[in-house]
């Protein structure tokens, strides 16, 4: 079934280690997004990417980084994980600029 | 700076009455709007898009959207709610600054009572 993959689904992770959260997509899209939902605070954009080999800071960028290889993969990296970096991560897709958005199913982090 | 608010952090309706929930953007160009709906341990699904031409748009499950450029807003409408319809809403505008990007609201979680 076309769509997003993420992974892991849920993680407990030591404060000060290091995590990568992973993404793929098999629809071609050019364009994917990382996104942490908080309550509260809806969805909050981390980083971006156009088209493969470009990437973009959004809202709340500090303590994340992103590569974008290929189409297909987009993952997230916590250099070291602090507690306020937990939260539930979403990836998502869209075709181009200006669609909508396809999202995963998210991954549940949690840093102690 | 492009922001999008929802300024009802939840509602509670009954089952069968009409749901209005609000949205208001702030973008300078023509926005790209839309909503998503998230069920409990869900992804977002989307809802409806407004980009351009009759700003009343409409979606699936029933809802629909009026876009008013003069309020910045883009409400979201369903005549008769059912409860299946409880989950959590998002209001998104599609912005083209430094690379393209959607802005999420916070959010409108729904209550439907029997």
């Known amino acids: 079934i076309a769509g997003i993959t993420q992974a892991p689904t849920s993680q407990i992770l030591a404060a000060g280690r290091r995590m990568t959260l992973r993404c793929t997509q098999d629809?071609?899209?050019?364009?994917m997004y990382w996104y942490r939902q908080d309550l509260g605070l809806g969805l909050r954009l981390i980083h971006y990417?156009?088209?493969?080999?470009?990437?973009g800071k959004g809202e709340v960028p500090d303590g994340y980084s992103v590569s974008r290889a290929n189409t297909d993969d987009f993952p997230l990296t916590l250099a070291s994980a602090v507690p306020s970096q937990t939260s539930v991560y979403f990836c998502?897709?869209?075709?181009?600029?200006?669609?909508?958005?396809?999202f995963g199913q998210g991954t549940r982090l949690t840093v102690v | 700076a492009q922001s999008v608010t929802q300024p009802d952090i939840h509602i509670t309706v009954s089952e069968g009455a009409s749901l209005e929930l609000r949205c208001n953007y702030s973008?300078?160009?023509?926005?790209?709007l839309f909503w998503y709906v998230q069920s409990p341990g869900q992804g977002l699904q989307l809802l409806l898009k407004?980009?351009?031409?009759?700003?009343l748009v409409q979606g699936i499950k029933g809802f629909e959207a009026e876009f008013k450029r003069s309020q910045s807003s883009f409400n979201l409408r369903k005549p008769s709610v059912h409860w299946s319809d409880a989950a959590e809403y998002f209001c998104?505008?599609?912005?083209?600054?430094?690379?393209?990007?959607?802005?999420f609201g916070a959010g409108t979680r729904l209550f439907v009572k029997a």
């Open positions: 998502a897709s869209s075709v181009g600029v200006h669609t909508e958005a396809f």
């Open positions: 629809m071609r899209h050019n364009a």
């Open positions: 990417s156009n088209t493969a080999g470009t990437t």
């Open positions: 973008y300078g160009a023509t926005p790209y």
């Open positions: 407004y980009f351009s031409g009759d700003t």
């Open positions: 998104a505008v599609g912005v083209s600054t430094g690379g393209f990007k959607t802005i």
